[in-house]
């Protein structure tokens, strides 16, 4: 069994729409070319992620950014999350901004890696 991350931005086609989740800023840049090329290719375009997140004005104007769209199976398929946020508010970091309040998930699929930011706070 491999537990290996895509170590980029990840892509995906559905129907007529385009997909890219990416998770570092330094993907910023080709992950917006990526879209205007899918674009001009007739796909509409939706880009998620936490460098999305954090910086949606560096990406094009006409793609969707953000919404709920699970992506971590396309980044690590042996990857789960069973809490999203954060009870901390630390000034350094950007996980409560992006994934609001700590909440434990009511369904998820046991894996391998768990990726929750604050595991210890679950019950």
């Known amino acids: 069994m491999t537990l290996g991350w895509s ?3 990840v892509e995906w086609i559905e129907g007529d729409t385009a997909f890219l989740s990416v998770a570092f800023t330094w993907d910023l840049l080709q992950v917006g ?9 007739g796909y509409n375009v939706k880009i998620g992620g ?16 953000g919404g709920e769209v699970d992506a971590l199976y396309r980044h690590n398929p042996q990857a789960t999350f069973t809490s999203r946020g954060c009870p901390n508010r630390c000034g350094f970091c950007v996980v409560p901004k992006i994934q609001g309040d700590f909440r434990e998930l009511d369904t998820w699929e046991p894996k391998p890696v768990v990726c929750d930011n604050n595991f210890l706070a679950s019950s």
């Open 7 to 9: 170590k980029t931005w």
């Open 50 to 65: 936490p460098a999305a997140s954090i910086y949606p004005d560096s990406l094009p104007g006409f793609a969707e950014i």
């Open 33 to 41: 070319s990526r879209a205007v090329w899918l674009h001009q290719d």
